[in-house]
Structure formats: structure tokens, C-alpha cells
């Protein structure tokens, strides 16, 4: 069986199994389930940015809160439906990326960091001082759910569906984007700034998109996110969230869309199963990182590609 069908049986085989896994999955595992289909989304859109341009960013937590915000406020104060608020949401988070930002990614290093940390916590001061728009530390509450007519994704298991819809669509729209001639020109920023330049890639726009796509995938997650959970508090997307996207990314490998993908699937999972170690729950969990880190920096799929590397050598 040649490689290409082999990935396509392989990727049959887990649709499938994930399109069965609420029959016989316990409520709360669905629930868990949903929150990692949903922070595929900025993780995902986390590597378009530190993947292909080189920018650590802490602002994605930021990011995913805007979209939040921004469906959960035309629906309880403006009388929207939730699926008209998808692309406001989207579309908010882009720009309100794209100002912020645009000049902060001309940066390098340590400068980009700190640009975005202060990102972070200017969303989060007028998420929790803008009390009339925002309700400041009283969140907002009683977002309605999303749905047709009386039909409402009001469990977990109805959500679920729909969360695993819109992370495989949001999964091979990064697939594609990287196998564009965008993503080509987004692959040769990040092996050289000069080189790409001196072959006519628009550097400064290059990255401003890269930043833009990030920003979308971001505002994605945080649409399904204020609809899941039907409540938004702005220390809910305060700079834990950013960090937690930040290590799913790295842990899967910046360019790795599946690696990003299996990362929160383990790190989310983890941080639930570590619940009877108590108060040692975060050291554990950090013990996993750091080896993670030590053993596989280029991605947890790294570990998967030696053994296969393996197997085939042993076959010759």
C-alpha cells in the first residue's frame, strides 16, 4: 500500500472513530473533548505566526477573548443570532489584531515579546474597565447557544459535532494555506528574512498577514469557546491563556498543524487526568513539558517519524 493511501485509510479511520466517540464517551470526556477541539483553533493559528515568521507570541489569549467578546455582546445586548456573529467575531479579532500589531511584527526577539504581552494586557484592561460595553469584572452572562429554530447545542454531546466540524475545516484550511503560494512565501521568511526578500516577498506584508491569520483562527476558537461555555469573564483570556497556546504550539512543533493538533489534545487531556495529584498537579505537569522539551524540541510528532524512520530501515 503505497504512503498517500495509507494516510488517507488512517485519516478515515480516526473521522471515524471521532464521529463515534460521544456514544460511548462519558458526558464529562466530552466535555474535555470540546475544550481541545476548541483550542485547536488558536494554537493552530499560533503557528502561522511563530512557525513562519519567528514572533513568539504572548497576546493570543488577548485574541481568542475578542472573539469571544465580540459574538457574546451582539447576542445579549444587540439581539443577534450566534451563527450571524461568526464573521463580526472573525473579522473584529483581524483588525483589532492587525492595529495593534501591524507595527509590533516588524520587531525582532525579545522586543516582539514584550510588544505583545502589552497587547495582552491592554485587551484585558478594557475587557475589565469598559464596564458599559463589557460589564467589566461581572462578565457576561446567559450567551445564548447555538442553533435553528428550538434545536440547541446545549450538551456537550450536541457541541461536540460542531466543534469537530469546525476544528477539521479550520485543520485543512491551515493545510492549505501552508501549501499555498502564501505559505511558500511565509516558509522562505522564516528560513530567511534577506533571502525571501531579495526573491520579491513583501516581508512587511508577509508578516502583517501571518499575523492576520493567527488573529482569525484566534477569534474562531473564541466564538465556539462563549457559545460552549455560555459565559465570558475577561480573566478567562488574561496571559495564562496565552501562555497555554504558546506551549501547545511549541510542544506539537511550530510547523507541525497535526503535531499543534495532537499537543492540546495531550496537554488539555493532561492537565484534567493530573487532578488527583492535588496541589502537585502543576509540578507534574510542568515535568511533562520539560521533558517533552528536552526530548522532542522540534515537535511531539518527531517521535513518531523516528519510529517510522525505524521501522523502514529495519524492513531493508
Not at 505566526?49 to 507570541?57: A, E, K, P
Not at 493545510?175 to 512565501?185: A, E, M, P, Q
Amino acid at each position: 500500500m503505497s504512503a498517500g493511501l495509507r494516510r488517507w485509510w488512517v485519516g478515515a479511520a480516526v473521522l471515524a472513530a471521532l464521529l463515534a466517540f460521544p456514544a460511548f464517551a462519558p458526558r464529562y470526556i466530552v466535555h474535555i473533548a470540546n475544550f481541545i477541539l476548541i483550542y485547536t483553533l488558536p494554537v493552530i493559528g499560533l503557528g502561522f505566526l511563530t512557525g513562519f515568521t519567528g514572533r513568539v507570541s504572548l497576546a493570543q489569549g488577548a485574541l481568542f477573548g475578542v472573539g469571544a467578546y465580540t459574538t457574546a455582546l451582539l447576542t445579549t445586548k444587540f439581539g443577534w443570532t450566534p451563527i450571524a456573529t461568526l464573521f463580526p467575531s472573525v473579522l473584529m479579532t483581524v483588525v483589532l489584531a492587525v492595529a495593534l500589531g501591524g507595527a509590533a511584527v516588524r520587531l525582532a526577539g525579545l522586543y516582539f515579546v514584550m510588544a505583545t504581552i502589552g497587547i495582552q494586557q491592554i485587551v484585558w484592561i478594557v475587557l475589565m474597565n469598559w464596564i458599559d460595553l463589557t460589564n467589566g469584572p461581572q462578565g457576561v452572562r446567559s450567551i445564548p447557544a447555538i442553533g435553528l429554530d428550538d434545536y440547541r447545542l446545549e450538551t456537550p454531546q450536541k457541541f461536540y459535532f460542531l466543534a469537530l466540524a469546525v476544528a477539521v475545516i479550520s485543520y485543512i484550511l491551515a493545510k492549505r494555506v501552508i501549501g499555498s503560494r502564501l505559505g511558500l512565501y511565509l516558509r522562505a521568511l522564516s528560513d530567511d528574512q534577506l533571502a525571501a526578500s531579495s526573491v520579491a516577498v513583501e516581508v512587511g506584508r508577509a508578516k502583517v498577514t501571518a499575523l492576520a491569520l493567527s488573529a482569525a483562527w484566534a477569534g474562531a476558537g473564541g466564538f465556539l469557546y462563549a457559545h460552549y461555555v455560555r459565559y465570558v469573564h475577561p480573566d478567562m483570556f488574561g496571559l495564562e491563556a496565552s501562555v497555554l497556546y504558546l506551549v501547545m504550539s511549541m510542544f506539537g512543533g511550530y510547523r507541525s498543524i497535526a503535531g499543534m493538533v495532537l499537543a492540546t489534545g495531550l496537554l488539555e487531556s493532561a492537565t484534567e487526568y493530573l487532578r488527583p495529584f492535588g496541589e502537585f498537579r502543576m509540578i507534574a505537569y510542568g515535568l511533562i513539558l520539560l521533558l517533552g522539551m528536552m526530548f522532542f524540541p522540534k515537535g511531539i510528532l518527531t517521535l513518531f517519524r523516528r519510529r517510522t524512520v525505524a521501522r523502514t530501515q529495519g524492513e531493508t
